[in-house]
T-cell receptor, first 114, second 114 residues
Framework: GAGVSQSPSNKVTEKGKDVELRCDPISGHTALYWYRQSLGQGLEFLIYFQGNSAPDKSGLPSDRFSAERTGGSVSTLTIQRTQQEDSAVYLC????????????FGPGTRLTVL | LAKTTQPISMDSYEGQEVNITCSHNNIATNDYITWYQQFPSQGPRFIIQGYKTKVTNEVASLFIPADRKSSTLSLPRVSLSDTAVYYCLVGPMNYGGATNKLIFGTGTLLAVQP
């Protein structure tokens, strides 16, 4: 079956521009995570959606970052006024209690801010 | 959430057994232990999960002592393709709300030499 997909796979933008990153989770998965991974570093948690509950935004690094999940499925991570330090790979994962909460990751979006 | 501590890196040779230990001194009663593997330029993928004693699958074994304050991932006869970052996560299975989530740490970089 289809796994988690993310788009675009690569994004190059200029400092100060806004970007939108998309995540399509596995159908039926109620939980969705966004992470950020800088080169050679571990995963940095950004935000967590679980069903209809209010999202856990505790990992968002600044108010320039926001995310939404429409209809409990597709999620969009938006970064406003991008900065060079935002350059990283942004990973999305989804999970389900029916799959022992195993997080299935997408291929990521590599963001480069010039 | 239980904090985990792992070695930053480990070296091994092809054909050897590799054991990676993770410390989680404040693990809670309803916490499970999960290990993920991440290859370069890919998202992490699930390896194994356990609660106590020993779990074995086609890829690895997970040893958990009675006090559950640590766990050891065992990879039998590693090959070059096992070179990756290995993450230990601890958290509850029964996600009941937006605050229940698993956090990835920095992981252990395993380098397998020929």
């Amino acid at each position: 079956g289809a796994g988690v997909s993310q788009s675009p796979s690569n994004k190059v933008t200029e400092k100060g521009k806004d970007v939108e990153l998309r995540c399509d989770p596995i159908s039926g998965h109620t939980a969705l995570y966004w992470y950020r991974q800088s080169l050679g570093q571990g995963l940095e948690f950004l935000i967590y959606f679980q069903g209809n509950s209010a999202p856990d935004k505790s990992g968002l690094p600044s108010d320039r970052f926001s995310a939404e999940r429409t209809g409990g499925s597709v999620s969009t991570l938006t970064i406003q006024r991008t900065q060079q330090e935002d350059s990283a790979v942004y990973l999305c994962a989804s999970s389900s209690l029916l799959d022992r909460d195993e997080q299935f990751f997408g291929p990521g979006t590599r963001l480069t801010v010039l | 959430l239980a904090k985990t501590t792992q070695p930053i890196s480990m070296d091994s040779y092809e054909g050897q057994e590799v054991n990676i230990t993770c410390s989680h001194n404040n693990i809670a009663t309803n916490d499970y232990i999960t290990w993920y593997q991440q290859f370069p330029s890919q998202g992490p993928r699930f390896i194994i999960q356990g609660y106590k004693t020993k779990v074995t699958n086609e890829v690895a074994s997970l040893f958990i002592p009675a006090d559950r304050k640590s766990s050891t991932l065992s990879l039998p006869r590693v090959s070059l393709s096992d070179t990756a970052v290995y993450y230990c996560l601890v958290g509850p299975m029964n996600y009941g709300g937006a605050t229940n989530k698993l956090i990835f740490g920095t992981g252990t970089l395993l380098a397998v030499q020929p």
